[in-house]
């Protein structure tokens, strides 16, 4: 992680690895399969990492994101919230299409 002093009392942190791929925990619950849905991801997440040889970007589990579509999981990153966007999952099925909106290939 590099550190970087500014002019002003706070301090930027710039880390080493792509920024997080959030999900809601909430949606988790409520849909079947939710356990399995985030496994897939997560193993997509290595996947990409081993591919462009760096880091995995952290998938990490928030309270809810407000959206609360049935039968479906809200996830977002940087790129995603950047545009005003969330991405919906429904199954396993949805975890490549999603990746390439979560982790577009010039971040990631």
Do not use: N
């Amino acid at each position: 992680m590099t550190i970087m002093p500014s002019k002003s009392s706070s301090t930027i942190a710039r880390p080493k690895r792509p920024p997080p791929v959030l999900i809601c925990g909430k949606c988790l619950s409520r849909i079947d399969g939710g356990k399995k849905l985030k496994q897939a991801l997560k193993a997509e997440l290595k996947q990409r990492a081993v591919a462009h040889g760096g880091k995995r970007a952290k998938l990490v589990t928030t309270g809810c994101l407000g959206i609360c579509p049935k039968r479906a999981v809200v996830t977002a990153s940087a790129a995603t919230l950047g545009r005003g966007e969330y991405v919906l999952m429904e199954d396993r099925k949805d975890v490549a299409d999603a990746m390439a909106a979560l982790m577009p290939e010039e971040e990631a």
